[in-house]
């Protein structure tokens, strides 16, 4: 079983529809969440960073982390076309010197 | 413009022959990062360094080889060892600490036929 479990999709959803993307994970030493953003044939982009539990908003998007489920989400509201690409989830513990990442969701947004 | 670039964006080699992957950076970030990525399989790690002079092993090392004589430059040597080595390979630095920070790449496509 993979540390880190994220559905590969592709998803697919009309423009202005929010979305939501998942991830699991097993390791409960894990505090430090993030999801890159990477459109094809690109380098990932770091889109959210969040500590431990929680929620955190940045304009459009909401990452939220709940340890006690061992589960992160990303929502993007409003999607747009340009929102389009492959999203990747992270995540490490305290002590860590690496990071542990899902293999990404293929998300397309249909004008 | 401070970035990480990587050079070529693809590259193509026959079997048997070893090839080298360029990583510059002018972000001024101590740790440095390789990684393959295949189809379905996220991001892994070969490689990371960081100090001039000294890296670690990743999860998927073996094949490949690096070294870190500046702190701006983080070249992989991709070995005729190395079983399967098609794939996308990023470069990324971070300052050491914040390693949630990783700023990437490009990237560069390698095929060997």
């Known amino acids: 079983q993979k540390e880190v479990e994220q559905d590969p999709g592709p998803l697919s959803v009309p423009e202005g529809a929010i979305v939501s993307l998942n991830c699991t994970y097993s390791n409960s030493a894990f505090q430090y969440f993030m999801w890159y953003r990477q459109y094809s044939r690109k380098g990932p982009e770091l889109l959210m960073y969040?500590?431990?539990?929680g929620n955190k908003e940045d304009g459009r998007f909401t990452a939220q982390v709940d340890k006690s489920s061992k589960y992160i989400s990303l929502f993007i509201r409003d999607s747009q076309p340009s929102d389009s690409a492959t999203y990747l989830c992270a995540m490490s513990s305290g002590s860590a010197r690496q990071l542990t990442f899902g293999s990404g969701t293929q998300l397309t947004v249909l004008p | 413009d401070g970035g990480i670039t990587q050079s070529p964006k693809y590259l193509f080699r026959k079997e048997g022959q070893n090839v080298t992957l360029s990583c510059e950076q002018n972000?001024?970030?101590?740790?440095m990062y390789w990684y393959r990525q295949d189809p379905g399989q996220g991001l892994r790690l070969i490689y990371y360094s960081q100090i001039v002079n000294d890296f670690q092993k990743g999860d998927i090392a073996e094949g490949y080889s690096v070294s870190r004589e500046k702190k701006e430059s983080f070249p992989l040597t991709v070995t005729s060892a190395q079983k399967n080595p098609t794939a996308f390979y990023l470069c990324?630095?971070?300052?050491?600490?914040?390693?949630?920070?990783?700023?990437f790449g490009p990237g560069t496509r390698l095929t060997v036929t």
């Open positions: 990324a630095s971070s300052i050491v600490g914040n390693l949630g920070e990783q700023y």
């Open positions: 969040t500590y431990s539990s």
């Open positions: 972000l001024n970030h101590d740790a």
